[in-house]
């Protein structure tokens, strides 16, 4: 995440962001690396998009497809994409909520990973103070609509499944009183979660290696899962050379001009020249590595701070798994290792500065090695910093094509940063590779 207000904090290039800044046009949880690029992202809105709400009978018919009992609270959750509002739903009780109850997390986890040493069962608290289970909350989401229609939404779901029945850490789906997790009405689709509390990413070195090591943890659970054998066709394509990147090259220099009249024409025409070579010059790379040929699986394809909920340094749930395909787990890996190392700083991107965070790199690939079976071979981790490249690109480029600007950020000003944080990536991707072969 990008936080305009903080200097030298972790940037997330997809989704959720301490300030709600993103490299997705400020809408989070949508992300380049994923659901973006697969057509259903609002990357790039204009500033001042009116952020879609419930209706009061629409409401009332949702909440009576489920059985949730009387609710004593109901507010508006203004987090996420402005096309999906989310209600946050209240009963107070004296019944412990489902997160007090994960003394047995670690053992469970261990038992499908024996030695993995995961340590995930620490108490969970909200802003210091510790859950007093005095309440229970859901979190009622209208889906945005997307590509892929209600199969696409039936495979996240099950992939959700899998994963909860192997007891990695989620935001649980709610079954509704006909049995299923999702609920339509007319043309829209909803969803009711278990809301899970915590703390945001600290940028800390050990909660940089713990979410390494959660991703590690999903692959090697999500990848016994049979989409297949299940009657799924999950989508393949993602950042890596994309269509729509290249659709978006060819338009961007006229959309920013059209929202910036007196840019530097020229100046504009040579950076979009530059990084669309640069994009194809990292794809070029991955492909001589053997990247299609290597096994694929299921992918979270949006793993970024946003979607990650900690409890002190510890991953406490993982969220929205929306953007979930099939492709190389080292594209999740690369995207990974980029949202929780890149830095970002105040509104004036001009200031923030080309290198990423060294540190955190190293700590997220190590993080994900330390979990076994998940160890990255060397020809995957030489390729991570050409797929940072491709991911970072890929970020920038479809939302300023689509709208002439990034968040409230002028086009030109965004690229010109962008620009200079892949001249870094290239300069330095021997070097990169070389503290993560070990």
């Known amino acids: 995440m990008i936080d305009p207000d903080a200097s030298q904090t972790t940037a997330s290039l ?11 046009g400020g ?15 609002t990357a790039g809105a204009k500033p001042g998009v009116k952020r879609q709400t419930f209706g009061t009978e629409e409401l009332a018919l949702v909440l009576s497809r489920y059985d949730l009992g009387p609710l004593d609270a109901i507010q508006a959750y203004p987090r996420g994409s402005r096309r999906a509002p989310k209600l946050l739903l209240r009963r107070f009780e004296t019944t412990d909520s489902h997160i007090d109850d994960l003394d047995d997390l670690e053992s469970e986890l261990k038992a499908t990973l024996p030695d993995s040493a995961l340590d995930l069962a620490a108490p969970i608290e909200t802003n210091g103070e510790p859950v007093d289970g005095a309440e229970t909350l859901w979190l009622l989401k209208r889906r945005a609509r997307s590509r892929g229609g209600d199969s696409r939404v039936s495979f996240c779901h099950a ?31 909803y969803e009711v979660f278990e809301y899970i509390r915590g703390n ?143 830095i970002g700083g105040r509104n004036d991107t001009q200031a923030w500065p080309d290198y990423i965070d060294e540190g ?22 030489r390729i991570l910093p050409h797929l940072m490249i491709e991911a970072l690109v890929a970020e920038s480029v479809i939302p300023i094509a689509a709208s002439g600007r990034f968040s409230r950020t002028a086009g030109s000003v965004f ?22 072969d070990v």
């Open 14 to 24: 997809a989704g959720d962001s301490l300030a709600g800044f993103s490299l997705s």
């Open 27 to 41: 809408e989070p949880s949508e992300s380049m690396a994923g659901a973006s690029v697969a057509g259903a992202s």
């Open 159 to 189: 992939v959700q499944r899998h994963l909860a029945a192997h007891r990695f850490p989620i935001a649980p789906l709610v079954v509704n009183r006909s049995g299923n997790t999702i609920t339509a009405l007319g043309s829209h689709r």
């Open 200 to 342: 945001a990413y600290d940028q800390s070195l050990e909660a940089t290696g713990q979410a390494g090591r959660m991703l590690a943890v999903f692959h090697q659970l999500a990848q016994h899962f049979n989409y297949t054998n299940a009657g799924f066709t999950p989508p393949t394509h993602g950042y890596h050379r994309a269509d729509m990147v290249a659709r978006s090259f060819n338009r961007l220099p006229t959309t920013v001009q059209k929202i910036e009249p007196n840019v530097d024409r020229a100046a504009l025409g040579h950076r979009n020249q530059f990084l669309h070579e640069a994009y194809l010059t990292a794809a070029n790379t991955a492909d001589k590595a053997g990247l299609d040929q290597w096994p694929t699986q299921v992918v979270h394809a949006d793993w970024h701070p946003g979607n990650t909920l900690f409890a002190g340094q510890k991953v406490v749930a993982v969220i929205d798994f929306d953007a979930a395909r099939v492709q190389p787990r080292s594209l999740d890996v690369a995207n990974g290792a980029l949202q929780f190392s890149i």
């Open 360 to 381: 955190r790199f190293k700590r997220f690939i190590r993080g994900y090695d330390a979990v076994p079976g998940a160890v990255l071979s060397r020809a995957e981790l």
């Open 415 to 436: 690229l010109e940063m962008i620009e200079r944080k892949v001249r870094w990536l290239q300069a330095h991707a021997d070097a990169l590779f070389r503290s993560v």
